[in-house]
């Protein structure tokens, strides 16, 4: 292989392992948040659920990743759901905060766990399932328009180069190891920065946000230009809101714990 050629693809590959842990970053945040209600016991299973999860729809999401791109209407569905999840949990978060409880993120699985516990469990899987699937969708959109920039290297595969398919491959399989460590650090944070709940959500509801954004710009619809999503005009918007989002919610809940502490 032309050792130019092997140096793009390492260096695509890196670009895309560090995509895929800021992505797996943000779905190991939404994770932590959806199992906090839960006893430790049942959130390391309901984790577990979620890891494997995302491991197979990121797998199912890079085989049909030509069907992905081709129809915005499975966009739509993923960035719908994000963005709904977002201010439902906001709102719900913010009413019983106003209510003087500023401890739990409100879930009607955690409304009503002494009486339906079983449930409560199984309904936080299903919606962590539900957020792996849009994640994913997510994380596979953003690795094709970096990966379909390398020259070709083999065969197609699937309709994709089997060169652009293996690197996207390899970015999204570390991102999910990436995620296996995060999540349970995340639950950790989140146990002692409860304002950081709130932060999550908003992140939830901008990566929502940024879906929409490629179903503006899909050529069906043609409301914004085919390549403003991958411009790096919109990837700075994009994560320096991110990035403020998140270090903002940090930064409130060291605050509010030093009040406490005082």
Known sequence: MDPSILL???????????????LAADNAIVMAVMVKHLKPEEQKKALFYG????????????????????????????????????????YDYFKKKNHGDDTTVPDIAEEQAEDTKGNGFWMTV????????????DSMLAAIAIAVTLPHVGPDFLGLNAGQ???????????????????????????????????????????GIKLVVLVLAHDKIHVLPHDFPHSWQWQLIFWTVLISIALGGFLLGKFKNKKASH
């Open 8 to 22: 793009s693809y390492l260096w695509v590959l890196v670009v895309l392992i560090v995509l895929e842990g800021l």
């Open 51 to 90: 890891l494997v999860g995302a491991f197979i729809f990121r797998i199912i999401s890079l085989f049909l990743i030509t069907v992905l791109a081709q129809y915005w209407e499975i966009q739509a569905l993923g960035a719908a759901y994000l963005i709904f999840m977002s201010v439902k949990n906001l």
């Open 126 to 137: 299903l919606k962590v399932e539900f957020a792996d699937i849009a994640f994913a969708i």
């Open 165 to 207: 398919f293996a690197v996207m491959f390899t970015g999204g399989m570390i991102g999910v190891i990436l995620m296996r460590f995060a999540a349970n650090y995340f639950v950790a944070i989140l146990a002692k920065y409860p304002s950081l709940e709130a932060a999550a959500f908003a992140i939830v509801g901008w990566v």
